[in-house]
């Protein structure tokens, strides 16, 4: 393993991240802390190590691929909501609706970017500058998207339920994660076992799902106390 060959594996995998980021941020009208921020986004990096190692345990007890990968995308979810639960929905900043869907999505791009520089270690290590380029370019546009879309309908349903009780909140996790897994695990399936028809369709309803996700953003920014 050379120097450089880590060196531009995470370049290329933390920029799609940082695109997003600065993407998505420019919706929150009042910016969370850069502290709050890092720790998040190195949070979601962080627990790429758990679903590493949960999922090659379910790699060596499930057999069946389509169970499989499902079960994979839900570990994936499960962690990173894990994650921004500790680092921040807990915290004193989560002080607004639209917080939530703000960190959910930083703890999505922590995860993609640690997962994207692994996907491209090994091309760049053997030399495949053009593959390294292709694996790079479809993960900006596929599965970096999966994760922040997947991960911010969590967000969006603990926005929603912000000024609600801590049982609508709970529903709401169980709601949102329910979402997040089948979207995460939708088009997993349809990468891996579809034609590249199939691939196609799964890239467009993952763009579509963008185009609502912003909508939803606006959605949470007029949520207000419930009258008494």
Same mark, same amino acid.
């Given at each position: ?9 995470m ?28 720790a ?16 090659? /345990?379910?790699?060596?007890t ?6 499989? /990968? ?30 939530a ?9 922590g995860f993609?970017?640690?997962? =994207? ?20 370019n ?6 970096? %998207? ?13 926005? /929603?339920?912000?000024y ?7 529903l ?20 891996? =076992? ?18 609502? %996700? ?10 207000k106390?419930?009258?008494?």
């Amino acid at each position: 393993m050379s120097a450089s060959t880590l060196f531009y594996s995470m370049a290329c995998g933390l920029l799609p991240s940082l695109i997003w980021l600065w993407f998505w941020l420019r919706e929150d009208a009042n910016p969370e802390p850069r502290t709050m921020i890092v720790a998040t986004f190195l949070g979601g990096t962080l627990s790429v190590i758990a679903a590493i190692f949960a999922e090659k /345990y379910v790699a060596e007890t499930i057999s069946d691929p389509t169970l499989r /990968y499902t079960i994979w995308a839900a570990v994936e979810e499960i962690v990173k909501v894990i994650a921004v639960a500790v680092i921040a929905l807990n915290s004193g900043y989560n002080d607004e609706p639209i917080d939530a869907m703000i960190y959910c999505i930083v703890v999505a791009l922590g995860f993609a970017a640690l997962e =994207n520089t692994l996907f491209l270690f090994n091309p760049l290590s053997n030399g495949e500058v053009a593959l390294s380029i292709a694996t790079g370019n479809m993960r900006f546009v596929g599965a970096t %998207l999966v994760h922040i879309v997947s991960t911010a309908t969590v967000g969006f349903a603990l926005g /929603y339920a912000y000024y609600r009780g801590y049982f609508a909140k709970f529903l709401a996790v169980v709601i949102g994660l329910s979402a997040a897994i089948t979207l995460h695990a939708a088009f997993n399936l349809s990468i891996i =076992n579809g034609t590249s028809t199939d691939t196609l369709k799964a890239f467009s309803w993952v763009w579509g799902a963008a185009v609502i %996700l912003i909508v939803l953003f606006e959605e949470i920014k007029v949520v207000k106390p419930r009258l008494s």
